[in-house]
């Protein structure tokens, strides 16, 4: 029978087989498939099962008067979740170990359990560890449990009994069903728990945020196998090593998803940062070759980074090209252009990308300002300290538009840059007295360059020639 087969599961992104493999066709990992136990749906295909019909609504007559959604009191947070917390929503909150995951959700906990009753169930910490974390953040709002338990069942009960308004798992992974016969954290465990919590979340209306670790050639299942079972998904990430921490939506059922929102750990908990333009660029070096200011769009936020090209003479056969935080392909493909479109080359040179504050810009916009960085760097000139630059550049070099170009310039006229180098056919919408920021449109990246640091095309010939 169908319904009794196992499954082969990828612990890392979820994929499924009916037989084991060694290597997932979907996200690429070797050995990552588990034998698990399909999830407890009632999938009767084909044929009734016995079943009576259930009543069938209009679309005009489903009462859905606006999602209902609670604060949580830290407004960036908000916004990325789309305008609060909906009620009755699975929300997964996924990052690397000690990335501040629980820190976050307990200084949710503050706000939201000023109104209800909100229940911090940890797998992984006695209750005491947990008051210790909020002694430090200050949370002490009367309306907050916690339950130190990672036997689902019970954790169940418990909110049967409690009936919270807010339900904290911290971890999914740490969580085990009796009716499942494998280890916390195996795939078949995690599904299933996330599968049941989904239910109590529906039934009773209750918001649980889930936390899942991410794991890197651990034997836990990643959140990505949670993915489609849960409402939302957010991804909290940044360098251990620096304070930022940056959670991105990945996926939203209740909102736009490629939000960010911009935080900073301290011995308090974490600060949210309203303005992450002026901390992406507070560390900005002066009149260093190789560094050119992007506006890029992170969800609906126009958000100004730094990009930063180092060219320098190569002591290996091959030489190094190397992009962090920028897509390699599209690295190599500038400088492609950059030869033969302009007349720089790269031959022999080692070239290194890197985008600061750990941010990752995969937007076309983006093409310009590496490739006059890469250039800057190449000639080893400083680019103006107060200039900013936007657009795609194609095959041919020529300079193309970029969507929203008005939200860019006003960040970046808001930021204080007093230049802005775009796509020539952009200049139109910008040049109704809207602005006060000067616009300098190129219609190729010859021109582009020019515009950037008064190069010749003389100079840019001679070196074709050379
Ligand atoms: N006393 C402290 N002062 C300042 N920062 C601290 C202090 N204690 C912990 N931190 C910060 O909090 C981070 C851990 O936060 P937290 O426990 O919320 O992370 P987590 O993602 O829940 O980790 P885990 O994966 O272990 O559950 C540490 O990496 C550190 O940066
Ligand atoms: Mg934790
Ligand atoms: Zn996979």
Same mark, same amino acid.
């Given at each position: 029978?169908?319904?009794?087969?196992?499954?082969?599961?990828?612990?890392?992104?979820?994929?499924?087989?009916?037989?084991?493999?060694?290597?997932?066709?979907?996200?690429?990992?070797?050995?990552?498939?588990?034998?698990?136990?399909?999830?407890?749906?009632?999938?009767?295909?084909?044929?009734?099962?016995?079943?009576?019909?259930?009543?069938?609504?209009?679309?005009?007559?489903?009462?859905?008067?606006?999602?209902?959604?609670?604060?949580?009191?830290?407004?960036?947070?908000?916004?990325?979740?789309?305008?609060?917390?909906?009620?009755?929503?699975?929300?997964?909150?996924?990052?690397?170990?000690?990335?501040?995951?629980?820190?976050?959700?307990?200084?949710?906990?503050?706000?939201?359990?000023?109104?209800?009753?909100?229940?911090?169930?940890?797998?992984?910490?006695?209750?005491?560890?947990?008051?210790?974390?909020?002694?430090?953040?200050?949370? $002490?709002?009367?309306?907050?449990?916690?339950?130190?338990?990672?036997?689902?069942?019970?954790?169940?009960?418990?909110?049967?009994?409690?009936?919270?308004?807010?339900?904290?798992?911290?971890?999914?992974?740490?969580?085990?069903?009796?009716?499942?016969?494998?280890?916390?954290?195996?795939?078949?465990?995690?599904?299933?728990?996330? $599968?049941?919590?989904?239910?109590?979340?529906?039934?009773?209306?209750?918001?649980?945020?889930?936390?899942?670790?991410?794991?890197?050639?651990?034997?836990?299942?990643?959140?990505?196998?949670?993915?489609?079972?849960?409402?939302?998904?957010?991804?909290?990430?940044?360098?251990?090593?620096?304070?930022?921490?940056?959670?991105?939506?990945?996926?939203?059922?209740?909102?736009?998803?490629?939000?960010?929102?911009?935080?900073?750990?301290?011995?308090?908990?974490?600060?949210?940062?309203?303005?992450?333009?002026?901390?992406?660029?507070?560390?900005?070096?002066?009149?260093?070759?190789?560094?050119?200011?992007?506006?890029?769009?992170?969800?609906?936020?126009?958000?100004?980074?730094?990009?930063?090209?180092?060219?320098?003479?190569?002591?290996?056969?091959?030489?190094?090209?190397?992009?962090?935080?920028?897509?390699?392909?599209?690295?190599?493909?500038?400088?492609?252009?950059?030869?033969?479109?302009?007349?720089?080359?790269?031959?022999?040179?080692?070239?290194?990308?890197?985008?600061?504050?750990?941010?990752?810009?995969?937007?076309?916009?983006?093409?310009?300002?590496?490739?006059?960085?890469?250039?800057?760097?190449?000639?080893?000139?400083?680019?103006?300290?107060?200039?900013?630059?936007?657009?795609?550049?194609?095959?041919?070099?020529?300079?193309?538009?970029?969507?929203?170009?008005?939200?860019?310039?006003?960040?970046?006229?808001?930021?204080?840059?007093?230049?802005?180098?775009?796509?020539?056919?952009?200049?139109?919408?910008?040049?109704?007295?809207?602005?006060?920021?000067?616009?300098?449109?190129?219609?190729?990246?010859?021109?582009?360059?020019?515009?950037?640091?008064?190069?010749?095309?003389?100079?840019?010939?001679?070196?074709?020639?050379?």
């Amino acid at each position: 029978m169908l319904k009794n087969r196992e499954v082969f599961v990828c612990r890392e992104c979820g994929y499924e087989t009916v037989k084991w493999l060694g290597k997932c066709p979907s996200c690429g990992q070797w050995n990552t498939f588990e034998q698990a136990v399909p999830l407890s749906a009632p999938a009767s295909r084909g044929g009734t099962g016995g079943r009576k019909p259930a009543p069938v609504s209009a679309i005009g007559d489903i009462n859905a008067s606006e999602d209902i959604r609670c604060l949580t009191g830290i407004s960036e947070l908000d916004r990325v979740l789309g305008g609060g917390l909906v009620q009755g929503s699975l929300v997964l909150l996924g990052g690397d170990p000690g990335i501040g995951k629980s820190t976050l959700l307990l200084q949710v906990c503050q706000q939201l359990a000023a109104k209800r009753k909100v229940l911090y169930v940890s797998g992984e910490e006695s209750a005491r560890q947990v008051k210790l974390r909020a002694m430090r953040l200050g949370v $002490n709002a009367p309306g907050l449990f916690v339950l130190s338990n990672g036997d689902l069942d019970t954790v169940l009960a418990t909110i049967r009994e409690e009936k919270p308004g807010v339900v904290i798992i911290d971890s999914i992974q740490t969580m085990t069903l009796s009716s499942v016969q494998s280890a916390a954290g195996s795939v078949s465990q995690v599904r299933e728990c996330a $599968n049941v919590l989904l239910g109590v979340a529906k039934e009773n209306d209750i918001s649980i945020i889930l936390v899942g670790h991410v794991t890197k050639e651990g034997n836990l299942a990643g959140p990505r196998v949670l993915e489609h079972i849960v409402d939302a998904v957010f991804h909290f990430e940044g360098e251990q090593n620096h304070a930022y921490r940056i959670l991105r939506a990945i996926k939203n059922r209740y909102g736009a998803t490629n939000e960010i929102a911009v935080f900073e750990m301290r011995d308090s908990g974490l600060q949210q940062v309203t303005n992450p333009s002026a901390m992406l660029l507070s560390e900005r070096p002066q009149a260093v070759s190789g560094s050119c200011v992007v506006c890029v769009l992170e969800g609906s936020r126009p958000i100004l980074a730094e990009v930063q090209a180092l060219i320098t003479k190569s002591g290996f056969p091959t030489p190094r090209r190397m992009a962090t935080g920028f897509d390699y392909n599209r690295m190599q493909m500038l400088l492609a252009v950059l030869e033969k479109r302009a007349g720089y080359f790269f031959g022999s040179l080692d070239a290194y990308i890197n985008v600061v504050g750990g941010l990752k810009l995969d937007e076309p916009a983006c093409d310009l300002p590496i490739a006059l960085a890469m250039v800057s760097g190449l000639r080893d000139r400083p680019l103006p300290a107060d200039m900013l630059a936007i657009g795609e550049i194609g095959l041919g070099g020529e300079i193309r538009s970029v969507i929203r170009i008005e939200d860019r310039v006003r960040e970046a006229q808001r930021m204080g840059f007093s230049r802005v180098l775009v796509p020539a056919s952009c200049t139109e919408a910008l040049s109704s007295g809207k602005f006060q920021i000067q616009v300098i449109g190129a219609s190729n990246i010859r021109q582009a360059l020019k515009a950037a640091s008064e190069v010749s095309p003389k100079e840019a010939v001679h070196r074709e020639e050379e």
